[in-house]
């Protein structure tokens, strides 16, 4: 088991910067690809960031590549760095882990994740 709990939200203002954290315990956190997900209201869960278990590959939805920045410790510990916020990525962002070891495979697909945090509410206004 995995409990993932993220934060680091808020509100802020288009172009602002705002870093959230997805704080990991339980079974071998460290072996694992982690995931970022967005879900806006009225619309569906939508993939934003991988990272795979050792850091060494990640992958981002078109959307967000050059502005976002996903990363990991060794430990328990995933960040999503996001510069230059727009409006549109307003949502209720969630951390997730695979439930498989020591994969590279940095899946898009939200049912790939197993564990999955509470959320956590960015709001950007214009």
């Known amino acids: 088991q995995v409990q993932l709990v993220e934060s680091g939200g808020g509100l802020v203002e288009a172009g602002a910067s705002l870093r959230l954290s997805c704080a990991a315990s339980g079974s071998a956190f460290s072996s694992r690809t982690m995931g970022w997900f967005r879900q806006a209201p009225g619309k569906e869960r939508e993939f934003v960031a991988a990272i795979s278990w050792d850091g060494s590959r990640t992958y981002y939805a078109d959307s967000v590549k050059g502005r976002f920045t996903i990363s990991r410790d060794v430990k328990s510990t995933v960040w999503l760095q996001m510069n230059s916020l727009k409006p549109e990525d307003t949502a209720v962002y969630f951390c997730?882990?695979?439930?498989?070891?020591?994969?590279?495979?940095?899946?898009?697909?939200?049912?790939?994740?197993?564990?999955w945090g509470q959320g956590a509410q960015v709001t950007v206004s214009s």
């Open positions: 997730a882990a695979r439930a498989d070891y020591l994969s590279l495979t940095l899946s898009t697909d939200e049912y790939a994740y197993r564990y």
